[in-house]
């Protein structure tokens, strides 16, 4: 028996985004953080973060006047503030019934430019072309939509 144990080493896990949807929703934005530090950015504490560095969990007043977290505010050097808003969804579920809250909760921050990154396929694609729509119709703010977060790092280091 002892000699069939590799061979369960060599299958791999062909669902890499196990757990509940907030474990790996977590964990994306655990991976994007990461992803950050490697390209050049710093966590820091301010409530402004400044040139080349991020705070996590930014607070901000939602479309319900209540108070959210985003992801990240990110100081990009030549882009500015950017606040980020990351969401996995793997498996069909209900987050493009959160697109509407994202939008206009997003619209209600204090940065120009507002940004959300999206990881897997598990939403309607008629919900995302709505969102790509708003989006792009929005008078006030810049919307960056980004199906993958390798889509929005390539944007960070462009």
């Known amino acids: ?9 060599r299958i791999s896990d062909k669902n890499e985004h196990t757990g509940t949807p ?35 969990r930014a607070a901000y ?10 992801t990240f505010l990110i100081h990009h050097i030549t882009k500015g503030l ?4 990351a969401h996995r ?4 579920g209900s987050v493009d019934q959160k697109f509407p809250f994202f939008y206009e909760s997003l619209s209600n ?5 507002v940004v959300i ?15 790509l729509k708003q989006t792009k119709n929005h008078a006030d703010k810049i919307f960056k939509v980004f199906a993958s977060k390798e889509d929005f790092l390539n944007y960070l280091i462009d």
């Open 1 to 9: 028996m002892d000699d069939q144990l590799p061979l369960f080493d």
């Open 22 to 56: 907030q474990e790996s929703n977590r964990k994306f934005c655990t991976e994007l953080e990461e992803d950050l530090t490697s390209i050049g950015f710093t966590e820091c504490t301010n409530t402004q973060p400044q040139q080349q560095k991020y705070i996590k």
């Open 61 to 70: 007043q939602d479309m319900y006047g209540s108070t959210r977290h985003s």
């Open 82 to 85: 950017l606040r980020i808003e």
């Open 89 to 92: 969804q793997v498996q069909s």
């Open 109 to 113: 921050a204090p940065e120009k430019t």
């Open 117 to 131: 990154v999206f990881d897997g396929k598990g939403y309607k694609k008629e919900a995302y072309d709505w969102l």
